[in-house]
């Protein structure tokens, strides 16, 4: 007859690893309907904008930069 003994102690952790073989199928799951998304409305996101001098010597010449990320 075969003896019945307790398995070894495993101790479950909190996260996934990056590279573990689940992390594409969370990646799908979860960032990417968040990513899509974001893209999709372009309200959201950053925007930013610099005044920046066209000539050091004419104080009156400055031009607008702008970018949405």
């Known amino acids: 007859m075969n003896k019945v003994e307790l398995s070894p102690q495993f ?3 909190d ?4 590279g573990d073989t689940i992390s594409p199928l969370l990646w799908r799951i979860f960032y990417d309907p968040l990513l899509s998304a974001l893209q999709k409305n372009s309200s959201r996101g950053y925007k930013m ?4 001098p066209l000539n050091i010597n004419n104080p009156l010449e400055w031009s607008q930069y702008k970018v949405s990320i």
Do not use: L, S
């Not at 996260?15 to 990056?18: A, E, N, R, S, V």
């Not at 904008?49 to 920046?52: A, E, Q, S």
């Open 49 to 52: 904008k610099v005044n920046w």
């Open 11 to 13: 101790t479950a952790e």
């Open 15 to 18: 996260g996934i690893d990056q």
